[in-house]
Nanobody
Framework: QVQLVESGGGLVQAGGSLRLSCAAS????????MAWFRQAPGKERDVVAG????????YYADSVKGRFTISRDNAQNTVYLQMNSLKPQDTAVYYC????????????????????WGQGTQVTVSS
C-alpha cells in the first residue's frame, strides 16, 4: 500500500509553466514505478509521463513530448512533472500513480497496471 499526495496544480495562462509534485509514503516504497495521468471532462484517463524506479527510463505521450519533464527524488520519495509551454488542451485533473515492479528499469504506462493513486490535482490553462 502506497499513499500518494499531489500538489502544485492551479490556473496558468497559455505558454506558462507549472510544476506538479507527488509525495509517496507507506511501508513499501522500494522499486516503485511512477507515472502521471490526466483526465479531462468527458475524456479517458490517459498517461502523460512515466518514470522507472532507477530514474533512467522515461515515457512521454506524444502530445507533451518536448514540453513536459518527469523526474524523481527517491530520497524524498517524490516524483515531479515540470510542465512548460502549457496549452489549453492540457487542462485536466492530473493524477499520480505508483506500482511496485520487479525490475527497476520498467516504465508502466497503462492505467490498469497501477493500484496506487493520488487524489488528483486540477490544472487549468487559460487562453
Amino acid at each position: 500500500q502506497v499513499q500518494l499526495v499531489e500538489s502544485g496544480g492551479g490556473l496558468v495562462q497559455a505558454g506558462g509553466s507549472l510544476r506538479l509534485s507527488c509525495a509517496a509514503s507507506g511501508r513499501t516504497l522500494n522499486n516503485i514505478c511512477m507515472a502521471w495521468f490526466r483526465q479531462a471532462p468527458g475524456k479517458e484517463r490517459d498517461v502523460v509521463a512515466g518514470i522507472s524506479w532507477n530514474g533512467v527510463n522515461t515515457y512521454y505521450a506524444d502530445s507533451v513530448k518536448g514540453r513536459f519533464t518527469i523526474s524523481r527524488d527517491n530520497a524524498q520519495n517524490t516524483v515531479y512533472l515540470q510542465m512548460n509551454s502549457l496549452k489549453p488542451q492540457d487542462t485536466a485533473v492530473y493524477y499520480c500513480a505508483a506500482e511496485q515492479v520487479w525490475d527497476p528499469r520498467i516504465v508502466l504506462v497503462n492505467s490498469d497496471n497501477y493500484n496506487n493513486w493520488g487524489q488528483g490535482t486540477q490544472v487549468t490553462v487559460s487562453s
